[in-house]
Each structure stands twice: as structure tokens, then as C-alpha cells.
């Protein structure tokens, strides 16, 4: 039972990634799901939250709020986290999180997750 990111990586500020977060051992729509991000000197902060099943609500932190995109295909079993027009502050490692059942709002990010994906590292960089 894990989840495994990929998908960090250097880019220059504007430019984009995907970040991915494949589920192995459970199945995913049955989670409330999450990203999570921590910076150097700095506390996890919660980034993004999808609730679990077909209920649709998403939360995102102000700072990224229209330019990063939570989503989950259940085919694949697999998350993922949309970053567009990076900024110099968003330089992290971005975790991936989950939760059975949970929805998703601004108390999630304080709730115990079951699982955590390894971490990838996000560097905006010119």
C-alpha cells in the first residue's frame, strides 16, 4: 500500500509541471485526496484537497488559488497536481496525501492522513 510521486523537477518562473501521485494497494476514489508542500525553514503547508467519490469539492491554499489544479483519474488510480505560472515562492517538496472518505475543505490539511506519497522536489529557477 503506497503512493509514489513523480513529476518534479527545475523549471523557469511561468512555466509549468504536473506533478503525479499513482496509488498502489487501495483504491483512490475512495479517498479524500491532497498536496501538500514544505520549504526550507518552513511548516508543511497544504496546497490542494479533492474530496473522495464523486462529490466534487476542492480547496486551494490563496497562494496558488487559478494557477494550480487538483484532479484524480480513477482509472489510472492515480492523482495529480497542475502547476502553472510558477513563482520563486513555490519552490517546495510537494507531497501527495490521502484519506478514506474525507471531504475536502479547509480543515482537511489539519486531519491525520493515512498515506503519504515520498516527496518530489519543485525548483523555479531562471
Known amino acids: 500500500v503506497q503512493l509514489v510521486e513523480s513529476g518534479g523537477g527545475l523549471v523557469q518562473p511561468g512555466g509549468s509541471l504536473r506533478l503525479s501521485c499513482a496509488a498502489s494497494?487501495?483504491?483512490?476514489?475512495?479517498?479524500?485526496i491532497g498536496w501538500f508542500r514544505q520549504a526550507p525553514g518552513k511548516e508543511r503547508e497544504g496546497v490542494s484537497c479533492l474530496s473522495a467519490g464523486n462529490e466534487g469539492s476542492t480547496n486551494y491554499a490563496d497562494s496558488v488559488k487559478g494557477r494550480f489544479t487538483i484532479s484524480r483519474d480513477n482509472a489510472k488510480n492515480t492523482m495529480y497536481l497542475q502547476m502553472n505560472s510558477l513563482k520563486p515562492e513555490d519552490p517546495a517538496v510537494y507531497y501527495c496525501?490521502?484519506?478514506?472518505?474525507?471531504?475536502?475543505?479547509?480543515?482537511?490539511?489539519?486531519?491525520?492522513?493515512?498515506?503519504w506519497g515520498q516527496g518530489t522536489q519543485v525548483t523555479v529557477s531562471s
Open positions: 496525501a490521502a484519506v478514506s472518505l474525507a471531504y475536502c475543505s479547509r480543515s482537511f490539511y489539519k486531519r491525520p492522513m493515512e498515506y
Open positions: 494497494g487501495f483504491a483512490l476514489d475512495y479517498y479524500g
